[in-house]
Nanobody, 122 residues
Framework: VQLQASGGGLVQAGDSLRLSCAAS????????MAWFRQAPGKEREFVAA????????IYANSLKGRFTISRDNTKNTVYLQMNSLKLEDTAVYYC????????????????WGQGTQVTVSS
């Protein structure tokens, strides 16, 4: 299984950014896909997850309304649209895959991508 995250970069506070995670070597539509992030000196934290069809998603409470997760099963890709970015959104963002239900615990995800850096400046 390979998960390749991309789309990170340096943006200003208030900007938007869309991350992508392309999956290969798995039956993509059978997996829950999620995004996590890890800021320097902090533990990895849950951002959002979407079910196999894209019809249901869960979010970290603090990010609801600003971040949107979606997927395109025809492209084996999951997206994270991030709006109104804040300094505290600076982190490495990771995508993850799991065949279980929607869940926010990192320990339950089987596969991880390499991460993409998002840096928000003032």
């Amino acid at each position: 299984v390979q998960l390749q995250a991309s789309g990170g970069g340096l943006v200003q506070a208030g900007d938007s950014l869309r991350l992508s995670c392309a999956a290969s070597r798995l039956t993509f539509s059978s997996y829950v896909m999620a995004w996590f992030r890890q800021a320097p000196g902090k533990e990895r934290e849950f951002v959002a997850a979407v079910n196999w069809s894209g019809g249901s998603a869960i979010y970290a409470n603090s990010l609801k309304g600003r971040f949107t997760i979606s997927r395109d099963n025809t492209k084996n890709t999951v997206y994270l649209q991030m709006n109104s970015l804040k300094l505290e959104d600076t982190a490495v963002y990771y995508c993850a895959a799991d065949r279980g239900g929607l869940q926010s615990s990192a320990s339950l995800y089987d596969y991880w991508g390499q991460g993409t850096q998002v840096t928000v400046s003032s």
